[in-house]
């Protein structure tokens, strides 16, 4: 800093002496060889300086590098609402983006992911017929998904006025598929939790219930308890495996981590 401000107080008292990449109007990003003038130097060496981003590792730029090009990070906007999902009546995907509103320049941070996908299943079609309760095996997800699910919007079949408060499904975890330890996505990481031996509450909410039979697809609720079920996540198609009914109870109690619904 002191050496700084002595160069730029030699700027001052003798205008000329000193060029810099303000003067020169220089602001280059990675390495770039042409991106250079003849000056100080931050190490009091006078000779050829450069103004391009590669310079603070190199230790070659000029005096006032810091000053006439600051760092500017990333700064990105909101995400949008989610799509819909890809396809009516079996799993999908659907997908939310935000927009880039300042690129990185001069070393700033970089852009953080501007695309996420998540799993999702639609139980109308276009045409507002009932659909998508056929499918085995028991399609689930976290119970934080359970929040942004509404009713009306998924489902047309149910109305605003219905007051059904669903069901839990406890079951026992047999085996799963290694993939689902291997997910580290923000939006599907909850599978990393999934064990073996455990027992894992699954909650049966609309849109997931049907509106005739008030049950969920793939609940297990006709086995005897001794019967293997098979199960798969959504979000991905190979973190899947197989559990054992063990009740039907009105609310489930397990931890977050093993607390999920169907879809």
Known sequence: MR??????????????????????GRCCPGRDAACFVRGWRLDRVYGTC??????RLTGDCCFDYARACPARPCIVGEWSPWS??????????RVRRRPVRQE??????????LEETAGCLDYSTPRGQDCGHSFVPAFITTSAFNKERTRQSTSPQWSTDTEDSGYCMEFKT??????????????????????????????????????VSLRCSGDGLDSDGNQ??????????RCQGTWKKVRRVDQCSCPAVHSFIFI
């Open 84 to 93: 819909g999902c890809g396809d009516q009546c079996k799993p999908a995907a």
């Open 228 to 237: 293997t079920l098979h199960w798969q996540a959504i979000g991905n198609p």
């Open 104 to 113: 990185p320049r001069n070393g700033g941070a970089p852009c953080p992911p």
């Open 174 to 211: 047999e085996s799963l598929t290694h993939h689902c330890a291997l997910e580290n996505r923000p939006l599907t990481r909850w599978m990393q939790y999934l064990r073996e031996g455990y027992t894992v509450c699954v909650d049966c909410q609309p849109p997931a219930m049907n509106s």
């Open 50 to 55: 450069f103004c391009d981003q590669a310079c």
């Open 3 to 24: 050496t700084l401000w002595m160069l730029c107080a030699l700027a001052r008292l003798w205008p000329g002496t000193l060029a810099g990449c303000a003067e020169a």
